[in-house]
């Protein structure tokens, strides 16, 4: 039988080409489908750059992400994504473009420790290193304020799950069909309310967002705009429902996920949000106007210094309300740990 030399030739370039990029990168482009697409690796090739992953949900797997673009596009460096990180974002967004990490066979190299903002210092990350280490939850947006337009394209929910958040909008405005403009409203409960170990408010020393702030959220965007209507999503619908209707405030019906939920606050023209991961996303994809809870956590502790500083967190363009009252810091004990 006549052998193909050259077919068998050209096999096992490709096969040591393909040996050669794991063994010096520790990763594979891989699609979707879990199949291979081989890269041709160049010496002069621009050195990949991955980000260490968390533990959390949708909201701080897409900071995660967006820090690792931010600093990437800084630095003229392409990425590639940790395993943990690329399967939650890729339920809900395509990321197929950007590999995917081999874990068993990536070595970091000269990891570069980040802040909780961005330094200037992040702007010149050494080519050696591999991997974007050191705080392991980057949520602040000056890491990617600088492609928001990039962000925000990735960010983008399938057409079949924007139709249905439409589908429900135009609904609503066959009920109410004088609306003209729509504010989505995040309220964070869950892990931040917790009386027991593990609260977030209570680990931190914070205070829960107040009644009061709701109706200041609202009165501010009813001073701007005229005919709107105010629909809130939140993990804890029920209290929604008993507290928030006084405002005119509609708490919509329980969601199929969180795909879901965030797809309808970036639907809306504003957003109100009390704190977290997953509202920040909502304000900040949704591209109107923002107002956030601020002032929540107990001012000078070492957290509150050198952790979540509200300037670092939220654009300034943001409107941040505060309803603390003059010497409740002074009085205050952590409510959380009776």
Not at 201 to 228: P, W
Not at 280 to 305: C, H
Not at 314 to 331: H, M, R
Request: net charge neutral.
């Amino acid at each position: 039988m006549a052998v193909d030399v050259n077919h068998g030739c050209k096999t096992l370039l490709i096969v040591c080409v393909v040996s050669g990029f794991v063994f010096l990168f520790g990763y594979l482009p891989m699609l979707e489908d879990g199949s291979v697409r081989t890269v041709m690796p160049s010496p002069m090739a621009i050195p990949y750059l991955t980000i260490h992953t968390n533990q959390g949900r949708l909201g701080n797997q897409m900071f995660s992400f967006a820090a690792l673009l931010g600093l990437a596009r800084l630095n003229n460096r392409r990425i590639a994504l940790m395993p943990a990180n690329h399967k939650v974002l890729s339920e809900y967004f395509d990321v197929s473009e950007f590999p995917m990490i081999v874990e068993k066979w990536f070595e970091p190299t000269r990891p570069w420790p980040i802040y909780n903002w961005m330094r200037e210092a992040d702007r010149f990350i050494p080519l050696e290193s591999s991997i974007i280490t050191g705080n392991m939850y980057p949520t602040s947006y000056t890491f990617f304020h600088h492609v928001r337009q990039e962000i925000r394209e990735i960010f983008r929910f399938s057409d079949e799950i924007r139709g249905h958040v439409q589908d429900f909008l135009r609904q609503v405005k066959r009920v109410r069909p004088w609306t003209k403009v729509f504010v989505g409203i995040h309220i964070r409960r869950g892990d931040y309310i917790k009386h027991t170990a593990g609260g977030w408010l209570r680990d931190y020393e914070g205070r829960e967002v107040d009644l009061e702030f709701f109706q200041k959220a609202v009165d501010y965007f009813k001073s701007k705009y005229s005919n709107v209507t105010f629909l809130a999503v939140s993990e804890d619908r029920d209290w929604c429902r008993k507290h928030l209707s006084q405002f005119g405030i509609l708490t919509t019906p329980d969601s199929a996920g969180p795909a879901q939920d965030l797809s309808l606050l970036m639907e809306c023209n504003h957003t109100i949000m009390t704190y977290g991961t997953y509202g920040f996303w909502g304000g900040y994809l949704s591209g109107g106007e923002v107002v956030y809870f601020t002032d929540f956590l107990k001012p000078d502790t070492y957290f509150a210094r050198h952790y979540f500083r509200y300037e670092k967190m939220y654009p300034p363009e943001w409107v941040g309300i505060s309803t603390t009252k003059p010497g409740y810091w002074e009085n205050y004990t952590n409510p959380f740990l009776s």
